[in-house]
C-alpha cells in the first residue's frame, strides 16, 4: 500500500474537434495534428502528420480499429503478433550482424 507500482503515462490532445471544425494543438515544440508511424528496413521508423507522404520502402505501424465509435479492423491473433515479430527480429539480426544475440 506505501509503495504502489508506478505508471508511466504521458498524453498530448493534439487535435481538437467542435462540429466540422478542427483546431490543431501543439505544445513546447510538438507537432499539432493527427500522426501516422512508418516502418522502413532496417528498423527505421518515423512519424509524420496523418497525409504525409510516406517514407519510401515503409510500412505503416498503426491501422485503425474503430471509426465514429464503430469497428472497422480487427486484432490480430496472437499466432500471427508472434510470427510478425519474429520476422522483425530477423531483419534486425540481419541489419546488425557484429551485436551478439541470444
Known amino acids: ?32 495534428g493527427r500522426k501516422e508511424a ?20 515503409s510500412t505503416p505501424l498503426l491501422k485503425p480499429l474503430l471509426k465514429n465509435g464503430k469497428p472497422v479492423g480487427s486484432f490480430e491473433d496472437l499466432e500471427g503478433i508472434r510470427t510478425r515479430l519474429r520476422g522483425d527480429l530477423d531483419a534486425l539480426r540481419n541489419a546488425a550482424p557484429s551485436l551478439q544475440w541470444r
Do not use: C, Q, T
Open 1 to 32: 500500500m506505501a509503495y504502489p507500482p508506478v505508471v508511466d503515462l504521458s498524453a498530448k490532445i493534439v487535435e481538437v474537434g467542435e462540429g466540422s471544425k478542427k483546431e490543431f494543438r501543439a505544445k513546447r515544440g510538438g507537432l499539432g
Open 38 to 57: 512508418f516502418r522502413s528496413p532496417g528498423f527505421r521508423d518515423y512519424v509524420a502528420l496523418e497525409g504525409s507522404p510516406k517514407p519510401n520502402r
